[in-house]
């Protein structure tokens, strides 16, 4: 067997290999099974796989292998590191997607980052206030219920999720579309530090010195989608790749979210889009992105519903008291209503009395406020 | 069998006896069958189903129908007329609803009104001004194409969807919660005449003289979705009124829309969440809540989708060329796509050899323009 650093070498220069993209690299990988086998395999087999003749040459003088070497010396010098997909640290969600990177560049504290639960928040470069105010809003909210940030460092939208956990106190994750010694744009220098001091991590799949190319950019955002549990989109215009990014996380089986906006506003028209059109779920507040985690993240997060005391137990919650604000009517319903039994809205009116306008009122309330949940077929149960 | 107006009596004098509201109506009307059979019905026999002695004293002496007879007259020279439960003309979309008011006092042409498709744009009365746009030009659009706008004559939202309808030239029926002789706003007063003079018409279930007492204003609220197709709710505080009409109008089944705010707007709290939690329809224009309605309708007022010549049949629709301006991959999606066989995405990939990134970016391009449609599993077809 190699030494590690021998199949990193070959995993970083097939990463670095001109023409040789992350579809090819995944085409290559079907048919030879490792870096290693590609650059062991003859030239004609290569040419069958269609790779354009400027890869075949490099792939079989195994022409960047010294520059790949070079190049973990030189990540290590920025206090990064690399990381290739078949490393057990490899970012388990990101291998489960379509296509992963093969290689990862990584800076700061990537591991505890992405040990949490990670959400991206992302959307437009040029957005409203409202939009930038959301997503510091969410992110904030969000990074202090230990929700590990992750968004594109751009301008606009993605700059104001980082901020919003910085704020916090929590930690973010900075996927670049350029190399790992780039920020872009510029003037996010000083956003790379503080998410770095801040515990946390800027990552990528580019070679150093990288430039900031539009045709990166959709793969930074499937690296950002795959790393990540949900997506919450929060401004994205019409032909926004904001709604790329929502659409790839969908086909990477991620949650996707969005915000809504004014629909006279052209900045919402893509996340109005998303929730009306594309089973985006609608976001007006943290919870809301909270609720739909896995459930045992969910219950650790999530306040428990209106109630004080939270007791376990079907006797006990039967016994639970109504809390002492409601009104009339709400209370005559809640005391109807147990956890383990739907009752209909018929069965409601008749046992109550109230009017259905009286009722409607009084269930809608009680449902707002998370003490009783509405089923299908208006049947309603007390909520745990 | 007795006279027309004798039967008409009978049911205005039950709708004007003081304690009978809507519901207890609807209780005698159950048990007794009819308004005449309620007026020959022993006291002890009214007393048995509950109801208050001031109610049985007034049915039992029949002390109303005089004063029924005089209102109809008094209507007459409104220039308005009182319809009853069991005319032929007695709106049957209303009557199919639970607890359909007996009476129904109306002026202006409202049969006409009623006969085409209504689609009520109801909202809050403290509302803002991009509330009030949103009102104004989905309500202008919608009339325009003849749809007749159904609102409550209040202020905020429902004066703006009233003038949205007069504005394109179209009809809308204004609901009362008061009698038809009274108008509430007062500063109303000019746009109930502007609703008159366009062909558009007044309906109020209440006796007249019946002032604006806020018990009323929600059975005025089941008559406005109870008379339209769908419910278009604009704007909506957390505890809105207009909350529960969402509601009601959910449990009359009929579509409910909302319109999707700005999430740091307390008007569009209710509005989205209704959305979010209530199975509300997201609208962004228009032709989100024309596409709802029933197919016939839908069909005769949406334009067809993004192609010059619809033909029908399916060869001609296989032939159907690709629009000019579509881009080299959309053109290659939309090539390979027909309208009546579903293609998986993974089959789109291999036959057109685009990255998942690319051919996701066309494909949302293509469903954007409604070219195509996405089904279930990651499906693709023609729309036609």
């Given at each position: 067997?190699?030494?590690?650093?021998?199949?990193?070498?070959?995993?970083?220069?097939?990463?670095?290999?001109?023409?040789?993209?992350?579809r090819?690299?995944?085409?290559?990988l079907?048919?030879?099974?490792?870096?290693?086998?590609?650059?062991?395999?003859?030239?004609r087999?290569?040419?069958?796989?269609?790779?354009?003749?400027?890869?075949?040459?490099?792939?079989?003088?195994?022409?960047?292998?010294?520059?790949?070497?070079?190049?973990?010396?030189?990540?290590?010098?920025?206090?990064?590191?690399?990381?290739?997909?078949?490393?057990?640290?490899?970012?388990?969600?990101?291998?489960?997607?379509?296509?992963?990177?093969?290689?990862?560049?990584?800076?700061g504290?990537?591991?505890?980052?992405?040990?949490?639960?990670?959400?991206?928040?992302?959307?437009?470069?040029?957005?409203?206030?409202?939009?930038?105010?959301?997503?510091?809003?969410?992110?904030?909210?969000?990074?202090?219920?230990g929700?590990?940030?992750?968004?594109?460092?751009?301008?606009g939208?993605?700059?104001?999720?980082?901020?919003?956990?910085?704020?916090?106190?929590?930690?973010?994750?900075?996927?670049?579309?350029?190399?790992?010694?780039?920020?872009?744009?510029?003037?996010?220098?000083?956003?790379?530090?503080?998410?770095?001091?801040?515990?946390?991590?800027?990552?990528?799949?580019?070679?150093?010195?990288?430039?900031?190319?539009?045709?990166?950019?959709?793969?930074?955002?499937?690296?950002?989608?795959?790393?990540?549990?949900?997506?919450?989109?929060?401004?994205?215009?019409?032909n926004?790749?904001?709604?790329?990014?929502?659409?790839?996380?969908?086909?990477?089986?991620?949650?996707?979210?969005?915000v809504?906006?004014?629909?006279?506003?052209?900045?919402?028209?893509?996340?109005?889009?998303?929730?009306?059109?594309?089973?985006?779920?609608?976001?007006?507040?943290?919870?809301?992105?909270?609720?739909?985690?896995?459930?045992?993240?969910?219950?650790?997060?999530?306040?428990?519903?209106?109630?004080?005391?939270?007791?376990?137990?079907?006797?006990?919650?039967?016994?639970?008291?109504?809390p002492a604000?409601?009104?009339?009517?709400?209370?005559?319903?809640?005391?109807?209503?147990?956890?383990?039994?739907?009752?209909?809205?018929?069965?409601?009116?008749?046992?109550?009395?109230?009017?259905?306008?009286?009722?409607?009122?009084?269930?809608?309330?009680?449902?707002?406020r998370?003490?009783?949940r509405?089923?299908?077929?208006?049947?309603?149960?007390?909520?745990?």
């Amino acid at each position: 067997m190699l030494p590690h650093s021998e199949i990193m070498i070959s995993w970083i220069a097939l990463n670095m290999t001109p023409g040789v993209g992350p579809r090819v690299t995944a085409r290559l990988l079907e048919h030879f099974g490792s870096a290693e086998a590609i650059f062991d395999a003859p030239r004609r087999e290569l040419a069958l796989l269609r790779l354009p003749s400027e890869a075949i040459e490099s792939i079989a003088t195994r022409e960047l292998h010294d520059r790949a070497e070079a190049e973990i010396e030189r990540v290590r010098r920025l206090g990064g590191e690399i990381i290739v997909l078949d490393d057990g640290v490899y970012p388990s969600l990101l291998r489960e997607t379509y296509d992963p990177p093969v290689v990862l560049y990584v800076r700061g504290a990537w591991a505890e980052c992405l040990d949490r639960p990670c959400v991206a928040v992302v959307g437009s470069r040029r957005c409203s206030t409202y939009g930038q105010n959301a997503a510091l809003m969410l992110s904030r909210e969000l990074a202090q219920r230990g929700i590990t940030i992750v968004s594109g460092m751009a301008r606009g939208i993605d700059a104001a999720a980082h901020r919003g956990a910085l704020e916090a106190g929590g930690r973010t994750v900075g996927v670049m579309g350029t190399g790992l010694d780039q920020v872009y744009p510029r003037d996010h220098k000083k956003l790379a530090d503080e998410v770095l001091k801040q515990n946390g991590a800027l990552v990528t799949q580019f070679p150093l010195g990288t430039p900031p190319v539009s045709e990166n950019f959709p793969y930074r955002n499937r690296v950002i989608s795959g790393l990540s549990l949900g997506v919450v989109v929060v401004e994205a215009a019409e032909n926004s790749g904001s709604l790329i990014t929502a659409r790839l996380a969908m086909e990477q089986n991620r949650e996707v979210f969005a915000v809504p906006g004014n629909i006279t506003s052209r900045n919402s028209f893509g996340t109005n889009y998303l929730i009306k059109g594309a089973g985006a779920k609608l976001v007006q507040q943290w919870q809301d992105v909270a609720s739909e985690l896995p459930a045992d993240i969910a219950a650790r997060i999530l306040p428990p519903p209106g109630r004080k005391a939270k007791k376990k137990g079907e006797l006990l919650d039967r016994l639970q008291l109504a809390p002492a604000d409601l009104s009339a009517p709400e209370r005559a319903i809640f005391k109807l209503l147990s956890t383990d039994t739907p009752l209909q809205i018929d069965a409601l009116a008749e046992n109550t009395k109230l009017s259905i306008t009286q009722l409607t009122s009084a269930l809608l309330s009680l449902e707002m406020r998370e003490l009783i949940r509405a089923l299908p077929g208006k049947c309603f149960v007390r909520r745990m």
